[in-house]
């Protein structure tokens, strides 16, 4: 996949826009509002914490950019915004009766086999580290998880996002090697590139070939 295939779209009219937005006006959010920001983000400390209510939603969405989605950092919020942290050891909504853990680790091994189909590869899923939600029509997720290479038992970090239209369809959006991880020994790129090499070699010679990193 190109780069500008993990953007994140931020036109409104487009049905894949990802754009951050509070989910109460400020005065009028209820009761337990602020019981939820603290399990977010611990608790506020306003000697460092003072942004306006503009300010805030420029930093979640610079950084919502900037990462494609997977690295925000949920400590600087104030408000509470439709762009949220999953709590991976409580049971998850749509989930149950499995912990978010279990349900995004199963879109993850999904996530990392149709990776393996596409690029020739045999990563096996270990874990979600984890995921970030955007509350929309639906719920795009963005999950960070550790896949390894059972051949030379290495680990490697992937991100996937994956859409759950309208809480009905599971669609897998991508999934990728982390960019800029250290101890990877080679980019997406020279993995597909060696893919297809290994893929036609494949073909060419009847030869039962493992992809790895």
């Known amino acids: 996949m190109a780069s500008s295939d993990y953007e994140i779209i931020t036109d409104p009219w487009d ?31 306003e000697r460092i914490h003072n942004h306006t ?4 939603y420029r930093i979640m969405n610079d950084q919502i950019v900037k990462s494609q989605g997977f690295d925000v950092d949920f400590s600087k ?22 912990t978010g853990r279990v349900y995004f680790g199963r879109l993850a091994a999904e996530a990392v086999e149709i990776y393996n189909k596409r690029e020739g590869t045999s990563f096996e899923f270990v874990e979600v580290e984890k995921a970030n939600i955007y509350l929309n029509s639906g ?34 959006s991508f999934c990728r090697l982390k960019p800029n991880q250290e101890g990877t020994c080679e980019d997406e790129d020279s993995i597909a590139e060696k893919a297809s090499v290994r893929r036609t070699k494949k073909r060419k010679h009847g030869l039962n070939i493992i992809s790895s990193c």
């Open 15 to 45: 049905p894949k826009c990802v754009s951050a937005c509070t989910m109460y006006f400020p005065g009028k959010e209820p009761e337990d509002n602020e019981l939820l920001l603290e399990k977010i983000r611990g608790k506020l400390d």
């Open 53 to 56: 209510l503009a300010e805030e």
């Open 77 to 98: 919020l104030r408000y509470l915004f439709d762009f949220q942290p999953a709590f991976l050891d409580e049971l998850y909504p749509l989930g149950k009766p499995h």
């Open 139 to 172: 719920k795009f997720y963005f999950i960070t998880f550790v896949a390894k290479d059972p051949l030379h038992q290495t680990k490697v970090v992937f991100q996937a996002k994956v859409i759950h239209v309208f809480c009905r369809e599971i669609v897998h």
